[in-house]
Structures are given as C-alpha cells and as structure tokens.
C-alpha cells in the first residue's frame, strides 16, 4: 500500500519544559532553583527517595512515597489531601513515569477548584501557581517531556488521559546517574517502551515531519545503547543515550502520541499488572508486523536505526523486534506473565474501545486482530 502523505502544513504545537538540564551529575544543578522556594513537595518512590538529599533542598520539604506503581483515582486523591496540608510552592517529581504525572496532576490541582475527574481529556485546566521540576530515574516513559497526566479508574480499569500545558514542568533533569541502580529487566522493558513512543508516532496517521526527526533519533539512540545500558547499568555514557531516547519519546507524545500498541498494552497493564514497560515491549514486534505493509518505508528506517536487516515483510519484522526485545531479556510470552486463554476476548474488546490511540493507528485494527496479537504474544 502506498505510504501515506506527510503534510508541512498541518499545524501542530510542540511545548517543551522551559529548561532542560541533561548530563552525569545535572541533579546537582537543580539546587540553586529549589532554594528559591519556601514550601517543596516531593513526589517519590523508596527507590528514589535517597536522591532527596542528593538535590540539597534547604527549605521545608515534604516527601510523598507511598504511591503504587499503576496510580489510581484514590491514590492521587491521597497525595492531593497531603499537598493541600502542606500548600507548597514548587513540586518536584522523583522517579518513574508514574511519580512524574502524579506530580503534574500535584501542581496543578493541589490548590484549585477542581478535581482529576472533571479535568480528564485535553486543555481543561484552569492553570497554575505552583511550579513544577521533574526528575526522572528511568528511562521509558518521557513524562518529564510532555503535557499528559495518565490516571486508572478503579471502578472499569481505564487509564483517564489529562492533557494540559499547564502540566509542562519548569524544568527537567536527565541525569543518568540517577539510573545508574535500575535493574537490567527494568531497563530493558522501559527502554523498549521509549522505543514505542517514537515508533508509534512516526508510524502514526498524524505523523508529521518534525516530529519524525524527534523519532529517528530517539529510535538510533534505543539501537546504540540500550543492549549498553542492559549489560552494563553503570555504562553511564548508555544510560545517558536511554534518558536521551525517552526524552525525545516524551516529545512525541505531544503533538502526535501513541497508536493501537499502547492501547493493547493498556489491558496488561491493568489486568495482568504488568509494569507499563513491560506490557509494551510484548506487544511492541506484534503491531510493528501487523501495521508493516501499510507503511513500509517508515518500517524498513526502523529496521534500519536498530540494525534488524531490511526484511519488511510481516514475518520478518516480527522475527526480528520480537528477537531484539528478547536478546536484552525481556519475557515476551504472556503465558508466563499469568494471562489465560478465556480472558482475551475481553481485553481485546477493552483495547479496541481506547479510540483515542486506535484512531491513530495506520492500518485499522479490529476487535478480531486485537485478538489475533494478544493470541500470538502467548507464546
């Protein structure tokens, strides 16, 4: 099939966090801005809790730790109660992709009339008063890029997506020290998610050409560096190319953002409480094969950024990514994550429904092809 035409003149907005500090030891330049504020709220997990220190905060600062990786509405509800007792001035967010948006969804709503439910979907916020560092310690998700905030009802398992400009931090801090102590399965499994956002945009039907740049870069740097980074966790010049990749992964979730690989991750996630990472690295080779003749130019660079060959056709990109995610040790069959046959169909209906991803994806995906791919990830 023809590749589709990439237009120049479709306006986009690219917004990105007003300073960006990158390199071994940024976390370190982060102190001169923090000590401009009275009241700091830290948003953490006890993994990263001992960067706390490493920031120098001089002021009052209060630390929020007890947050479960897959956030839901009562979770956020929770460090919102704290925030409001404690009314600070500048948040931070110190960890991984959930800690960055929980701190967004922090310094907007902490001190405002509104609650997550009622600013769920696009530019409903009022704004902002309080102002907002992010400080990633992974290197998947981007969040410390982007305007989106992902939240889990409790009641249907569904992530609610608050996007907001007012979300953009201050500043973010790529420090790859800071990941220095991720294990290898971690990193191997956010790294690939990294991947997928910039695949997923640059395969997207709103792929534009700015951001394909963002992409074909995030897609090179994953290629060079994350075997690095899972073989060697203090390989520091590979951790930094892996907060580098996820960045630009984080810029390409604003204008253009993902397709139907991360809706079908969404269900794992929720489900299977699989780590976000991890459910997108076993999906990840299925939808690259599945969407590979709908847009093959764009398949042959990423087969080619990542040194996988130049096989195009659905057999062998699938044999190929789905080998390089399972070369850096990622378990890619969902039979041994404890999904069963019988539950499938409910959760290829539940993907299908996430139209805000699917309706980007470049070959519609029915129900019955969702099902195909959850049915081939088993193993």
Not at 258 to 281: E, I, M, V
Not at 317 to 326: D, R
Request: net charge negative; aromatic share 4%.
């Amino acid at each position: 099939m023809a590749e589709p035409m990439l237009s120049m003149a479709r306006p986009i907005t690219l917004a990105q966090p007003r300073r960006l500090e990158i390199g071994a030891g940024a976390l370190s330049r982060l102190q001169d801005f923090v000590n401009g504020f009275s009241r700091v709220f830290v948003v953490a997990m006890a993994p990263t809790a001992p960067f706390v220190d490493r920031i120098g905060i001089k002021s009052s600062v209060h630390v929020h730790l007890d947050l479960p990786p897959e956030p839901d509405l009562p979770a956020v509800e929770a460090v919102l109660a704290e925030a409001r007792q404690f009314r600070p001035d500048l948040v931070i967010g110190l960890g991984g992709g959930s800690v960055m948006d929980v701190a967004k969804l922090v310094a907007v709503l902490w001190d405002a009339e509104q609650s997550v439910p009622e600013v769920v979907g696009a530019g409903k916020i009022n704004g902002r008063r309080t102002a907002l560092v992010q400080v990633p310690t992974t290197s998947g998700t981007g969040s410390e890029a982007g305007t989106r905030a992902l939240v889990t009802d409790p009641e249907t398992l569904a992530k609610l997506a608050v996007e907001s400009e007012h979300m953009l931090a201050d500043i973010a801090i790529l420090d790859p020290e800071l990941t220095h102590s991720v294990p290898s399965a971690v990193t191997a499994a956010t790294g690939v998610d990294a991947l997928a956002h910039c695949v997923e945009a640059f395969t997207n039907i709103k792929a534009h050409p700015l951001i394909d740049g963002y992409a074909r870069l995030g897609i090179e740097l994953v290629g060079r560096y994350l075997p690095r980074a899972v073989a060697d966790g203090t390989d520091t010049e590979a951790r930094a190319g892996m907060m580098l990749a996820s960045y630009y992964g984080g810029v390409c979730l604003g204008p253009v953002n993902t397709a139907s690989g991360h809706a079908l991750a969404y269900p794992l996630g929720t489900r299977l409480k699989l780590p976000h990472g991890l459910a997108n690295a076993i999906i990840f080779p299925h939808v690259l094969a599945f969407n590979a003749s709908f847009c093959t130019e764009k398949t042959g660079e990423i087969l080619s950024l990542l040194n996988l060959g130049a096989d195009t056709s659905a057999a062998g990109v699938l044999q190929s990514a789905h080998g390089f995610c399972k070369q850096l040790g990622v378990e890619m069959d969902l039979s041994r994550h404890g999904a069963l046959p019988d539950a499938l169909p409910a959760w290829a209906s539940e993907a299908h429904a996430i139209r805000r991803l699917m309706d980007n994806n470049p070959r519609p995906m029915s129900v019955e092809d969702v099902l195909g791919i959850y049915r081939a990830a088993m193993g």
